[in-house]
């Protein structure tokens, strides 16, 4: 492993372990899905361990859900207990108001279901998924569409002014295919000036079921170094 990826790897580790200390016993956790989430997995099965804690989990996606399995966190659903204390899942990019990039890990619906329904969303990330602007660097924004409507959705995307790609599986021929059944394109947009816009603008498309922008759901970001950790707090939730 390269020493930058070492350090990238202890950074996610620093920020699970900050965000972890917000679970108490009884509550219900959200967990997210991807690598930076993976970290916090494995803290909490560790902590409710060390402290006998009686934890219930809903992971955001099947690979969470085998994480947790795995480790030995019990699950359980949102037809049992539809409100979350505390969820824990990771960004792909986070500006200084909180607002997200999400869905490389092709989570996002059910990522955003979860935080629709928790008291407090806390966010880890290492340093390099913050920005200044959402979309900087060329980052796409994933947004899950109905197979049926992938050629139409596509066409739309364009009309607006952006570079949809239907993201493919590696190592077989074919699109990625969500939990949901549905496919994922990752549209480019250069920098995002009004991501609220373009939200409202996406979510009037046919075919689209929800998109990776992720705004007023955050309330704690913990973004870390290695050596450092950052708190960015939202005091409430905004509608």
């Known amino acids: 492993m390269k020493p930058e990826n070492t350090q990238l790897e202890q950074a996610k580790q620093k920020a699970a372990q900050e965000a972890i200390k917000h679970i108490k016993n009884n509550h219900i956790v959200g967990l997210g899905s991807g690598s930076t989430a993976a970290y916090a997995i494995k803290t909490l099965s560790q902590k409710i361990r060390n402290e006998k804690l009686n934890i219930l989990a809903i992971p955001t996606s099947y690979q969470a859900f085998l994480l947790a399995v795995k480790h030995g966190i019990t699950i359980t659903t949102l037809e049992e207990h539809p409100t979350i ?4 899942d990771g960004a792909d990019q986070i500006d200084p108001h909180l607002n997200l990039i999400k ?23 290492d340093h390099t998924k913050k920005v200044q602007t959402l979309g900087e660097n060329n980052h796409p924004v994933p947004i899950e569409v109905i197979p049926f409507a992938l050629t139409p959705v596509n066409r739309k995307i364009q ?5 949809p790609t239907i993201r493919e599986t590696k190592g077989k021929l074919g ?3 969500t939990d949901n059944g ?3 394109i990752d549209a480019t947009f250069g920098p995002i000036n009004n991501p609220k816009k373009l939200e409202q603008t996406l979510k009037t498309i046919p075919g689209i079921v929800e998109t990776g922008l992720f705004l007023n759901t955050t309330n704690i970001a913990y973004i870390t170094t290695n050596t450092t950790t950052e ?7 905004t509608t």
């Open 103 to 125: 869905g490389m890990g092709a989570a996002l619906t059910r990522e955003k279901i979860v935080a629709s329904a928790t008291k407090q969303n806390i966010i880890i990330a």
């Open 231 to 237: 708190k960015i707090e939202r005091k409430q939730k």
């Open 159 to 163: 009309q607006i002014g952006g570079n």
């Open 85 to 88: 204390d505390v969820t824990i």
């Open 182 to 184: 549905n496919a994922i």
């Open 175 to 177: 699109p990625v295919i």
